[in-house]
Structures are given as structure tokens and as C-alpha cells.
């Protein structure tokens, strides 16, 4: 839970640097400014860099778990299902945190790509060429 909180906020901050130089609707201010188009570069690998470590943190984290499920279930003489079931609930709980985190991170880095994307296509942008 914790990692998926400093997710959401490291992304946050992130885009509320990339607002702060261009609010939004207000992009045609860093047209002529190739260092804006870095630093949305940077947070869109930076982003992407993310979203495979929450995945790869929920995998570990469902690998810890299912394991210590596991040996739970072996100790017990009688495995009933309730045991079972509220063994996936958790899982699923889990998972739905961490795709939901991955989503905002998706759609961040989305509209990150998109401002580049309409920051080159600007006719005031220097290096439209490249």
C-alpha cells in the first residue's frame, strides 16, 4: 500500500511540474523552449519506469502472499473454502490497487506524450525537423 502511495504522489508532483511550467490549455507558452520538451521527455520515461515497478512490486507482493497462504492452508487439518476465498478476495483487492495505480500512471504519461506531441507540431517549435 505504501509503495502505491509514493507512486501516486512522485507522479503528481511530476505533473504538477510539468502544469506549472504550461498550465493546461496553455501550451503554445513553451513552444519555442526545447528544455520543456526534455523535461516532458524525461517524465515520460520516468513514468514508464513506474508503471513496470508497480507491476513487478504487485508480483512479488502476490508471490509473498499466495506462498504464506499456502502454508497456512498446509497447517491446517481441514482446508476449508471460506479460507480460500477470502485468500482471492485479498489478492483481488490487491490487484485492483495496483492496476488502478497503474492506470493513473498510464494517463499521466499519456497526456505527457500528447503535450510533446503537440509542443513539435507548434509552428513557433525550432527543432520541428528532428
Known amino acids: 500500500m505504501l509503495f502505491l502511495f509514493v507512486a501516486c504522489f512522485v507522479v503528481a508532483i511530476k505533473l ?4 506549472r511550467a504550461a498550465p ?13 520538451l526534455q523535461s516532458l521527455q524525461a517524465s515520460s520515461t520516468s513514468l514508464k519506469q513506474w508503471i513496470g515497478c508497480t507491476f513487478l512490486g504487485w508480483g512479488i507482493l502476490l508471490s509473498i502472499s499466495l506462498h504464506k ?5 498446509l497447517d491446517d487439518e481441514s482446508m476449508g473454502r ?3 476465498l477470502f485468500a482471492i478476495q ?4 490487491t ?3 495496483a492496476l488502478l495505480v497503474a492506470v493513473f500512471l498510464f494517463l499521466v ?3 505527457m506524450l500528447d503535450r510533446m506531441e503537440r509542443l513539435r507540431n507548434m509552428p513557433d517549435y ?3 525537423g528532428n
Open 69 to 73: 497462504v499456502c502454508d497456512r492452508l
Open 126 to 128: 525550432p527543432l520541428r
Open 24 to 36: 493546461p490549455f496553455r501550451l503554445s507558452r513553451q513552444a519555442g523552449n526545447p528544455t520543456y
Open 16 to 19: 504538477i511540474r510539468i502544469w
Open 82 to 84: 471460506f479460507a480460500i
Open 90 to 93: 485479498d489478492f483481488a483487492t
Open 109 to 111: 504519461r499519456w497526456h
Open 95 to 97: 490487484l485492483t490497487m
